[in-house]
Structure formats: C-alpha cells, structure tokens
C-alpha cells in the first residue's frame, strides 16, 4: 500500500541516536529532516559525519531543539538522549509543545508510572492537550522481560508465576559500560561500588515489572532487587578489561515481584564479559507457569542496542495512530518491521 | 483494578466451546449469561451437563442465537461452531444484529480477506453499521506462525525473509484430526486422499500469510502450498490408529510466499502421530532472516486446544474497546492472561 513519508527528527547522536538516523534513511516511508545535539559544539556538523556516513547528507546539526522543530516541521520525533523522566522531560516538552509526538529510548520512559506518577500526570495532560502522544520503547526495558511475555500469556488460561532470563556478553561494550557492572573488580569492590552507586547493575526491572503487574492484573506488593558479582574461573578479556579468575567478570542483576508473600514474576539478567569462556551460551529464556506452560528461548539473545533502534523506529506509525497523551507499548497494536527502500523491487 | 462484569455467550459445545466456558467461568471479570448449541436435541440441557462439569449451573443450553441473546443480553459472543466464513456467517450477523460483539475461532476469520474479500467488507460494513466489532483469532491460524512473528519483527531494522515451523503431535487427537492428516495411509492412498480431498494438511496458512504480508506490507505474488507424506520407520499407534513401518505417520505442509520469485515467507507444519518416536521433539521455531537475525523456539509447541480457547477468551477486554467493524489481531493491542476469580488472594 502507497503511504505518505513520515518526517522524522532525531534527539541524540551517540550510538543510538544515529542508529536511528541510519535506520531512518533506509525506510522507503520514513525521512530524516533534522537532527538534534546537545553539544553545543556540533551544531552546523553534516549529520553524516555526526553519525559515521562517509556522503554528506546536506543536513545540519542543530543545537537548538525549538528552532529545528519550526523549521523542519517533523511528523515524530525520536529522543535518543538520555535514560531518566527527568532528563528527559525538557526536550519531549519543547516537542509536544511544538505538537510533535515523541517515541524515546530513555529506559524510564518505558513504564513512567514505575519512577515518577506525577511526572506521568504532569506529561499526559500536556501531550493529550496539544493532540500528540509520547512513547517510551526499547529491548530492556520495554520488550524481552516484558511486553514479549505479556504477548505470551494471551495463550494461556491461567498464569501463575513468570520467570524471565536474559543472559547477554557485555564483551564488545565500552568502558562506561563494563564498569557499571562491576567488571575486572575484586569481590571487596564490587560490594563497594555497590554500596556507592559505581556498580548499578541493569536499569529497567522496576518498569518491566509494574508493565507485567498492569498486564495481568496482579497486585504485586513489593519488589526485590538483588545484585550479585559473577566471579570468572578463568581469565576473560576485551580491550578495555581484564579480568583475572577470582574477579567480577559481571554482575547477576535479579528481580523479584511478590503477591502475598509469594515470589510471583522473577527478572534475571547476568550480564557479564565472554560468558561462553564458562560454558554459557547468551540468549532470552521466558517462562510461564500456567496452563498451559509456555516456554520460549531465543539463541542467541535479542541484541541490545540495534534492537532498541528497531523498536524507536518500528513504533512510529503505532504512536502516530494512537489516542493522545502518554502511552505505553500495551496500549498499541503490534509494531512490525518497516518496509525498507525498494524491498523485493530488484 | 476494578473492573466491571462482561457478561459472554458461548456458540458452541464442542471441545473448543466447552473448554471457552470453563474459561469463562473461571474468570474474575467474566460472567457466562448462555450458550447456545447447533444440536436442536440438545437444547434445555444444563449447560454443565453440556460441558462435563459436575454440578449443575442453572443454565440452560438454547438452540435459538436470537432468543438467547435477546433474554441474556450479553457484552460479547465467542463462536466456537465452525472453520469457514460461509459457515460462520449466519451465527455472526446475528449477534451483530442484536450489537453484540463476536470472536470466532474459525479458521478463515483469523485473516477474513484470504478466503473472500467480499465476505470480509459486507461484514465489516455489517459491523461497522451496528456499532461492534468481530475479530477471529487463534492459535494457528492467529498466533504462533502469524501474530508472534509480526511482534518479533519489531526488533529488526530489517527483515529479508521468515521461516517458522510448527511441530506437535496428533496422537491425542480423535479419528477426524488424524484422518485428515492422512495418518495411517499407505503412501498411495495419501496421494489419492490428497486428491479426493479426505487428505486435508493444515487449515490456515493462507491466512498466516496474508496476515505476514500485510503487516511488513511484502507484496506477495503468490503462495505455493505442499503437503508430503511423513513415512513412518518404526510402528506408532493411538486408541485410533496404527501406523506400521513404510505408512503414513502425518502430514508435512509447507507454505511458501514469494516475492520477485523469491521464497519470503516459509511455514512449515508437520502434522503426525508420536514424532518422539523417530527423536522428533514437539516445538515451535521462527527464525527471521534480517537484521538482527531472530531464533525463538518454544519447548514443547505452544499447545493447539487449550491455547486458542485462552486467546479467544483473552481478547474479550480488547475486542470491546476496538473500533467498530471486522478487527484482526493486529488491529489490537497485545491481549494477556485475564485474572481469574481470587488471584493472589488466599
């Protein structure tokens, strides 16, 4: 079926925010008209070089989120900046005041009840009355341990307990990121990093866990977070970390949601540096007790980052279509894969 | 959070109509007001009686739709009575005559366009005029081979082709199922029941195709189905049949749709008798083709019966809030586990 082209602008030119401006470009009904930067210094960059093309694109980084929205009058914007309500409330007002919906990755976004309920009112009523809607998406938060197995349990009678697993390899990540599961620490540190807020483990559990809670219905009354080193046997390493036997190679990141005192939905997610160097394969394991049983592996993992863009992307005509106001990825039909440029045209 | 009762109706008390009424009755926000049943001889049963449960209900089985909805004024008809649209027809107008919303399981409802496009706009128009919707949905056709693979593209910048297999196991099945699959055949009967139509595969894949491409908006020039007979190697045996060495223990179908003469959309379903018995495990596979590529497996097959009596009574909550008109589970958001009576409550 013919569509109209969708115009696009992109907060955010870190590895997501320009997988999404890569994305974009290759979708016959999407197009790229701008492009946002926080760094004041980037401004008047060809986004081509902002985001690793080696052809000029003959558009412009902005600077400036208010005067790239008047002048380019996009259809969507895709936030790509940052992980917290709070970060990320600036830039999604300045849209929706502009009457631009919002898809963003920012993990809270995800399930904005979860961190903030007034932050959700506050941001409802504004989308709902300037017509739009915004949407927080990604893999985790917002799809494997969650929105995935709420889809699951539609062909069950009956769910009585969830248990979701998501072993991934944190080899080919940056420092920033290694170092945020304790990796090539000490047991000692890793418990101190912990307790100083170096170590943080996965964010995401909380609103993963409350999208479950709404799903089903279940009145789950508190949640425990657990955050464990995984010490290596063997010496594992990347070209930003070493880590020696009887080191952290990673942190076991679980979460637990109750319902009268029974552990009814429980989230792991080990993320560790070259996990198959001890025999484990990644993947996602989801299982749900019930009747039927349903158990579904996917081998290897779904992977993080480009799943994260395929989703921001793959949500926009949803969120387009939507009721105004602050929706989640419950409350919209199915996003499926755009079709790209000139497929199965030769 | 409280909900009000939907008050459903049951058309059919067959295995899947009995199995919709146990659902319903086992659900906290749901409330069966009446069943209604095809066998005129039947009508004034007790509709326990009619459904195997033990004690009696004090609801009587009708053998009048218009009558029964007319007196029990229901929120919402679930059809469990038929695998056609021809078939179906009749009990759907008139519930949406009486604007009471239906869910069919039937078949060709689950993508109404594959086998009649006419079909589908009157009842949409039909629908639409009275201010309700219809939906069809179901394991398979529905869910495992069509509505799960569109969730799981969502993570994919791209996807260049689909294949998803489904394998289970008939050998619970009655005399009907594994005669249609051509079990217990020599291999030359299953050729001439191929041709006579006794030999009959999967019902569905039209449907799971027509649904793949709409959602990716692949053109699909055109579908090629096969169906190969499985050739037992050992003995295999039901209550119902026996299969010796050389006969026909199923039936393997194969639908595949092209594009540019490319196969895109490969589903597989091989249908027979104890497939453990040649070290086959039951399960379903989708792997997509694309960026990332995707491999979820479910251990064992997401099971037939039980799993598409659950979707019909899941979408229940989904359906009433739809647009009026004819609905496909794409139109709707992701339906869970409804809660049953007293979850999580002692």
């Known amino acids: 079926m013919a569509s109209e082209t969708t115009r696009v602008v992109v907060l955010g030119t870190g590895q997501m925010g320009s997988g999404v401006m890569r994305m974009v470009l290759a979708k016959r009904d999407l197009e790229l008209v701008g492009a946002f930067g926080r760094r004041a210094d980037r401004a008047g960059l060809d986004i081509a070089d902002a985001i690793g093309l080696s052809s000029p694109l003959g558009l412009l980084l902005d600077g400036d989120l208010a005067t790239l929205l008047e002048r380019t009058r996009p259809h969507v914007a895709v936030q790509a900046t940052c992980s917290t309500l709070v970060d990320a409330e600036g830039e999604i007002a300045t849209c929706v005041e502009h009457e631009v919906p919002v898809v ?8 904005p009840w979860a961190a903030s309920e007034s932050w959700a009112a506050r941001m409802d009523a504004l ?14 938060p917002g799809f494997v341990l969650d929105l995935l197995v709420v889809a699951l349990t539609a062909v069950c009678e009956d769910v009585e307990a969830i248990t979701a697993t998501r072993v991934n390899d944190l080899a080919p990540y940056g420092p920033t990121v290694v170092r945020s599961q304790g ?11 912990l307790a100083d807020g170096s170590v943080v483990g996965h964010i995401g559990f909380p ?29 594992r390493s990347t070209p930003f970390v070493t880590v020696h036997p009887g080191q952290v190679a990673g942190c076991l990141h679980t979460a637990t949601g ?3 005192g029974a552990p009814v939905i429980t989230l792991r997610h080990p993320q560790q540096i070259h996990p198959e160097s001890e025999g484990i394969a990644t993947g996602d394991s989801i299982e749900l007790a019930g009747t039927p049983p349903v158990r579904v592996t996917t081998s290897p993992e779904i992977p993080g980052g480009i799943a994260t863009v395929a989703l921001a992307v793959n949500v926009i005509p949803r969120l387009l279509t939507a009721r105004p106001g602050l929706r989640t990825m419950l409350d919209l039909p199915p ?7 000139g497929i199965f045209r030769g």
Chains 1, 2 share one sequence.
Do not use: K
């Open 104 to 111: 963003s990755i920012a993990e809270e976004l995800a399930w």
């Open 127 to 140: 989308a709902a009355a300037h017509g739009v809607g915004i949407i927080g998406t990604g893999v985790n």
């Open 183 to 193: 990796v090539g620490l000490s047991p000692e540190a890793f418990q101190a990093g």
């Open 207 to 235: 609103q993963s866990i409350a999208m479950l809670a709404h799903a089903l219905d279940w009145p789950i009354e508190r949640v425990e977070e657990t955050r464990e080193p995984i010490i290596s046997a063997v010496e």
């Open 258 to 260: 109750y319902c009268n």
């Open 335 to 341: 996003a499926a894969a755009l079709p790209r440029e």
